[in-house]
């Protein structure tokens, strides 16, 4: 019985000490750490988090990966740590992180709207410093712009983007079709799709914001560039003429069936995969996705060669071809209350220089800096796409991101009621309009 | 032994850790959730306390009662499915062939995740190329449902895998209880000439009751706070007619920014899943148990 007793005592022991030591151990390590953040002769970890994953954006994935890795060897001492989520994940973990105060060092973040409370809260870090020091140059006129609030910048924008309505070659090519150059021309091709049994174009509306795109297109061949900015802004109204004739065309399409049967529940995603496996004739994008469209390997060559584009035609013979929806994609942000925040600018910096040359060449997007697509081999897509830009007379914010969080649901919301018809275009504009004046 | 376990510090001793648990992960954020819906807050900046503000405008918030209708829909054919899953199981747990592998069938979907199932609902919804339509079609249908698009019925199209993921959970629950049913019984009836659907509404329905009422609770209680198949498929939409109260609480928390409302949002849910529980309690209490 005693010596049971002692056994088990022993034991006992010997766990409690084995506990201790490993606490002991691990404290020990941390003190390592946070000297080494302090010294600059041992390594500082810089976080880092982005959005585009291996599965859904190998070539983006890659190239950041190739970034810290020369930055890395560049810069010995800077370490760093890599976090990587998909879109929405991404959001969701975003907010999550920064009610927690936990924010990575240097992260993601979209323009106007979704920026706000960040800078309210003094999360983000102002980045006027990199902007005065040649940063700035670099930029696009209006990407940077998008990331200030209150003439401070606080993004370094990553992209720049402009919708487009995408077609299939071959499937135009067996109908004898045209790219339509007026709202008319464009009817009739989706007429001359429906009778013979194609899906004329591919919309994945659960996601809302791609019909979105729909919309801000015909207000902005219909009343300008300026209608909908002011709407939002409230220099103007959303019950504007133009706006409810807007959504009154918008609605007119769904009665022609434009668009593919069910679109309301599926995501952008199989909208997508149906306007790529040559099931549907016309899918509107913006140029995020011109990967798919040129230098992607995974992507049929025969289904590439068939793709073209065109602009979002005229209505009635008003607007112009050049003013485009789209706007700065992600930018980079760095943490208020990073410890290490000259490495993180460092960083930054660092990271949106190399993106700018390594976006074009290698995953094919356009990037928010400037580029010389002349000495480059580029597809003819791409420099077609870039020449567009050169001659672009207007940019027009997605609407979404212009508008606070929460007026920017209800936006989303009701463009889906407007495509699904549960609501008229007056009380679409009234809704609207209720929405923003109560913000 | 027993010295100790009437001494009141050891059993104080013995409670505390999975006390100090479940208060730390529970009862806490339980609280704080309540706290955090007396403020206005981004979830980011600084918070301002509003006072009950977010609990009243929750109460006249129209979308809210929607959702909540939409949750009580959920929990009301959840319920009602419980007699399938009771029907099968009565037959999975009768002698008949095959039993076996019909089990191992009905269990496949508790082994996928939600995320997985919706995936594969979603293809077989998919109004051009989905399985359900292809058939239709086959069949002369010339303008099948689009599932998930239609506002008027894709709440039910969702409420079908739903019922689906669970069959195998509470097809486990009962055949496990009809198994503890002692074969005696059965067998004393069947000579007295009950026939087999006597012996089924007779003796096993009446001896395995207490089991039957614990998976009403849970599958009330279950779709009352439902989320993940929802949120996925759907993400609430076309235009919130598949939103229920977790996903619309979700949605403003996280989509919209309003983490004061979301949180009074969140705690309105648990009110009402209390009071509905202990209602079904209340309704389902029987003086005696039936024993064998």
């Not at chain 1, 994008?285 to 992607?296: C, E, G, Q, R, V």
């Not at chain 1, 993106?355 to 002349?374: F, K, L, N, Q």
């Not at chain 2, 100790?4 to 954020?29: C, D, E, G, H, R």
């Not at chain 2, 309003?258 to 509905?276: K, N, P, Q, R, W």
Request: glycine share 8%; aromatic share 12%.
């Amino acid at each position: 019985m005693i010596k049971k007793k002692a056994v088990t005592l022993i034991i006992s022991l010997l766990a409690v000490m084995l506990i201790a030591a490993g606490c002991a151990d691990s404290e020990d390590e941390t003190a390592n750490s946070d000297t080494g953040a302090e010294n600059t002769g041992e390594t500082s970890t810089v976080e880092f988090m982005h959005l585009w994953p291996e599965g859904s954006s190998a070539e983006h994935h890659r190239i950041v990966n190739d970034i810290i890795d020369d930055f890395e060897a560049e810069n010995e001492g800077i370490e760093i740590d890599l976090q990587v989520l998909s879109n929405e994940q991404y959001k969701d973990q975003m907010t999550v992180l920064s009610a927690g105060d936990e924010l990575p060092d240097v992260g993601m973040t979209w323009a106007a709207g979704y920026l706000d409370p960040f800078v309210d809260g003094d999360k983000f870090a102002p980045l006027d410093d990199l902007m005065e020091d040649g940063l700035g140059d670099q930029f696009i006129a209006g990407t940077a712009e998008s990331f200030e609030v209150d003439g401070s910048t606080y993004g370094l924008p990553l992209e720049l983007n402009t919708s487009y309505v995408f077609y299939n070659q071959t499937i135009f090519d067996e109908y004898n079709l045209e790219e339509p150059e007026t709202y008319e021309e464009l009817e009739q091709v989706v007429d001359t799709l429906s009778e013979n049994g194609e899906e004329p174009i591919a919309l994945g509306n659960r996601d809302r914001w791609t019909g979105s795109m729909w919309y801000m297109y015909f207000a902005d061949r219909i009343g300008g560039a300026d209608v909908l900015n002011d709407a939002i802004d409230r220099t103007g109204s959303f019950e504007h003429d133009a706006l409810i004739q807007a959504a009154e065309e918008t609605q007119n399409m769904v009665e022609n069936d434009s668009f593919i049967s069910g679109f309301n529940g599926l995501a952008d995603e199989e909208a997508k995969s149906m306007f790529m496996n040559d099931q549907a004739a016309m899918y509107m994008i913006a140029t995020w996705d011109l990967p798919n469209f040129t230098t992607n390997e995974d992507v049929p060559q025969e289904f590439r060669d068939s793709v073209g584009y065109f602009k979002f035609p005229t209505v009635d013979g008003q607007g112009d071809e050049d003013s485009f929806v789209g706007g700065p994609g992600v930018g980079l942000f760095v943490g208020e209350n990073s410890d290490v925040q000259e490495e993180s600018k460092e960083f930054a910096s660092y990271f949106v220089e190399q993106w700018g040359e390594m976006a074009v060449t290698e995953a094919g997007v356009i990037p928010a800096t400037t580029v010389d697509g002349e000495t480059l081999d580029l597809p003819d897509m791409y420099v077609d796409v870039l020449d567009d830009l050169n001659e672009a007379s207007n940019l027009t914010l997605y609407a979404d991101v212009q508008m606070s969080a929460g007026v920017a649901d209800t936006h989303l919301d009701l463009i889906q009621s407007l495509f699904g018809m549960e609501i008229t275009p007056e009380e679409f504009a009234e809704q609207h309009e209720e929405a923003l004046s109560n913000e | 032994m027993n010295k100790v376990m009437s001494n009141k510090w050891f059993i104080a001793l013995y409670i505390f850790p999975a006390l100090f648990l479940v208060s730390v992960l529970i009862f806490i954020p339980l609280l704080l959730t309540g706290y955090y819906g007396l403020m206005e807050w981004d979830g980011i900046g600084a918070m301002e306390f509003l006072g009950l503000d977010n609990y009243i405008v929750a109460i006249q918030d129209a979308n809210f009662w929607d959702s909540a209708l939409h949750s009580f829909l959920l929990a009301l054919f959840s319920t009602l499915s419980l007699i399938i899953y009771l029907a099968v199981s009565m037959i999975l747990a009768s002698k008949i062939k095959g039993s076996d592998v019909l089990r191992k069938i009905y269990l496949i979907p508790m082994l996928l995740s939600s995320v997985a199932i919706a995936q594969l609902w979603i293809k077989i919804y998919d109004p051009s190329n989905g399985v359900l339509n292809t058939i239709l079609a086959t069949f002369g249908v010339e303008n099948p449902p689009l599932w998930l698009a239609d506002t008027n019925i894709v709440l039910y199209s969702i409420f079908i895998p739903i019922i689906w993921q669970y069959a195998g959970f509470y097809i486990l629950i009962y055949y496990a209880a009809l198994k503890n049913i002692p074969e005696s019984i059965i067998e004393a009836a069947r000579i007295d000439g009950a026939s087999p659907l006597q012996i089924a509404f007779r003796i096993k329905l009446p001896l395995i009751m207490s089991i039957v009422k614990v998976t009403i609770v849970l599958a009330i209680v279950g779709s009352l706070k439902y989320f993940d198949l929802i949120y996925v498929m759907t993400g609430g939409g076309p235009n919130g007619a598949s939103e229920v109260m977790a996903s619309y609480m979700y949605k403003l928390a996280f989509a919209n920014n309003d983490f004061g409302y979301g949180s009074a949002i969140a705690f309105l849910m648990l009110i009402i899943t209390l009071i509905v529980t202990y209602i079904v309690r209340k309704l389902t209490a029987t003086k005696e148990e039936i024993q064998y």
